[in-house]
């Protein structure tokens, strides 16, 4: 018989640095917060199992009528 009941409570904890990661110094320039060290971003997490996901963002300013455009219709 297929399981029909499922009882389960999940904790997530969650951690964001927004900033230039310089991997010599092991550290993230967060701007605003200053520079810290990712061993103490991470010490919290120390011997958990952790997902770890980066993204690049890359902002573009356009003007209108530009080629390079992502918004034209073919």
Same mark, same amino acid.
């Given at each position: 018989m297929a399981k029909t009941l499922t009882y389960k409570k999940s904790t997530t904890t969650t951690l964001k640095a927004v900033g230039l990661l310089?991997?010599?110094q092991e550290t993230?320039?967060?701007g605003d917060s200053g520079v810290i060290s990712i061993s103490d971003l991470l010490s919290?997490?120390?011997d958990e199992i952790i997902e770890l996901s980066i993204? *690049?963002?890359? &902002?573009?300013?356009?003007? *209108?009528?530009? &080629?390079?455009n992502d918004n034209e219709s073919d």
């Amino acid at each position: 018989m297929a399981k029909t009941l499922t009882y389960k409570k999940s904790t997530t904890t969650t951690l964001k640095a927004v900033g230039l990661l310089d991997l010599s110094q092991e550290t993230i320039d967060t701007g605003d917060s200053g520079v810290i060290s990712i061993s103490d971003l991470l010490s919290d997490f120390n011997d958990e199992i952790i997902e770890l996901s980066i993204k *690049i963002k890359e &902002d573009k300013e356009l003007s *209108i009528g530009d &080629d390079d455009n992502d918004n034209e219709s073919d």
